[in-house]
Structure formats: structure tokens, C-alpha cells
């Protein structure tokens, strides 16, 4: 028996570029102010308590060194979560979805319907409150192989796990 394995002409598949790649909530971006501010206060509260009992760390330059290195931490995550934020897009095609993210390090992960084992819906309390969810797909690869699409309207995540629960069951 002979193997045979058929060549593919890369230029009649479907390009990732051409893709028209639909933006999450802009309210996303409220939700990640608000946890980043969270967060932010309980690493400065944690100085102080730090600063409080640590009589080495009460002189003013440790207070100055630990306050401007406080500062500037958060300004870059902010800075990072804006950029990113604008790169953070999703496309429904005809076999696969795709995800785009990241400002720094580009990320575009495409998660084949053939592939997903089942999918749900994830919403945190901040995500609730601006009417948010996390769709996330699992699929039967290796590590890091599931998809998680953040920031998309609760109702529009629930439609897409229906239909792509609907599109998996169809090509099984």
C-alpha cells in the first residue's frame, strides 16, 4: 500500500488578514480599569502595611522608592491595557473562529470547529454588572489550546455558544 499525500495550494486557503475581525465591548475596557484599580490598591496597601511593620523600609527613600516604583507599574499597565485593548478582536468564519489580542506579543489563535469538545460561558461580577461574558471553546488539542473570548456582550457570547455548540454537533 502506497501513502499518498496530497499537496495543498496555500493560496486557495482562507487568509487569517482577510478576515473582518469584529471589536469586543467598549465597556470591556471599564471592566479592566476597575480590576487594574483593584488590584493596584491592594499592592499599595500591602507597601504600607510592609512600610507600617518594617522598620528598615521607614526611612523616606525606601517610602519614595516603593511609592514612584507603585506609580509606575501601574501607569505601564495601564498604558499596556489600553493598547491592548484596541487590538482585541474576534471573526466567525465558515469552519473556525478566530481570536485576536495582545498590544506587545500579537496573538491570533484559531480554534476549528472540529476541533472544540464543548464551550461555555464565564461572567465575573464586574463582567455582570456591564452586561459582559467570556466565551471560552475547548478544544481537543494539548496544552493551551483552549480559546477564551473576553468582553463580549452577555447575550451575543450565550448566541455563539449556541451556534457554534450547533455547527460541532452538525459535523460530528
Given at each position: 500500500m502506497e501513502f499518498l499525500n496530497p499537496?495543498?495550494?496555500?493560496?486557495l486557503l482562507p487568509h487569517i488578514e482577510k478576515?473582518?475581525?469584529?471589536?469586543?465591548?467598549?465597556?470591556?475596557?471599564?471592566?479592566?480599569?476597575?480590576?487594574?484599580?483593584?488590584s493596584s490598591t491592594i499592592v499599595l496597601l500591602v507597601a504600607a502595611v510592609c512600610?507600617?511593620?518594617?522598620?528598615?523600609?521607614?526611612?523616606p527613600r525606601w517610602i519614595l522608592l516603593i511609592g514612584l516604583t507603585w506609580l509606575l507599574l501601574a501607569v505601564l499597565q495601564w498604558i499596556i491595557?489600553?493598547?491592548?485593548?484596541?487590538?482585541?478582536?474576534?471573526?466567525?468564519?465558515?469552519?473556525d473562529i478566530l481570536f485576536r489580542s495582545g498590544w506587545i506579543i500579537r496573538k491570533i489563535r484559531t480554534c476549528p470547529f472540529n476541533r472544540i469538545q464543548h464551550s461555555s460561558i464565564s461572567s465575573g461580577p464586574l463582567?455582570?454588572?456591564y452586561g459582559l461574558a467570556t466565551?471560552?471553546?475547548?478544544?481537543?488539542?494539548?496544552?493551551?489550546?483552549?480559546?477564551?473570548?473576553?468582553?463580549?456582550p452577555a447575550e451575543e457570547a450565550a448566541t455563539?455558544?449556541?451556534?457554534?455548540?450547533?455547527?460541532v454537533t452538525d459535523e460530528s
Open positions: 499537496t495543498v495550494n496555500i493560496e478576515a473582518e475581525l469584529k471589536p469586543i465591548s467598549p465597556s470591556f475596557l471599564k471592566v479592566l480599569r476597575i480590576e487594574l484599580l483593584i512600610i507600617f511593620f518594617i522598620k528598615v523600609l521607614q526611612q491595557q489600553q493598547k491592548s485593548f484596541h487590538v482585541m478582536a474576534y471573526a466567525v468564519r465558515e469552519r463582567e455582570r454588572k466565551l471560552i471553546l475547548y478544544t481537543a488539542g494539548t496544552d493551551d489550546s483552549d480559546v477564551r473570548i473576553s468582553g463580549l455563539l455558544k449556541e451556534w457554534i455548540n450547533k455547527k
